[in-house]
């Protein structure tokens, strides 16, 4: 038996991550570097989201879970959010609105 947040660190995290990574590089033009800094992670980790090495489970890609990280990436470009506040509230919009997504996760 799994909870679900074992689905949620394992699948739904890395995937919001690499989302999230590939809307701040092609939509907000920031680099490797910038992106790992805004997000407390590696330019290695940032590399491996774009090329497609981490993150690729694809069971979150829904056109409203694009539209929170496109607001995500805004609030965490124009400053004033804290980066895990982000993902707890995308995790959390997720569980109650969208649990199917776990579902397909676990």
Do not use: F
């Amino acid at each position: 038996m799994r909870a679900p947040c074992e689905a949620v660190s394992r699948r739904l995290i890395p995937r919001i991550k690499s989302l999230l990574v590939n809307i701040l590089y092609h939509e907000y033009r920031l680099t490797q570097l910038q992106i790992s800094q805004l997000l407390g992670v590696s330019q290695s980790s940032v590399s491996r989201y774009l090329n497609e090495q981490r993150g690729t489970w694809t069971g979150a890609d829904r056109p409203e879970v694009l539209e929170w990280l496109r607001d995500a990436a805004r609030k965490l470009v124009e400053g004033g959010v804290d980066k895990n506040a982000v993902l707890c509230e995308i995790c959390r919009t997720i569980r109650s609105s969208r649990p199917e997504i776990l579902k397909v996760a676990a």
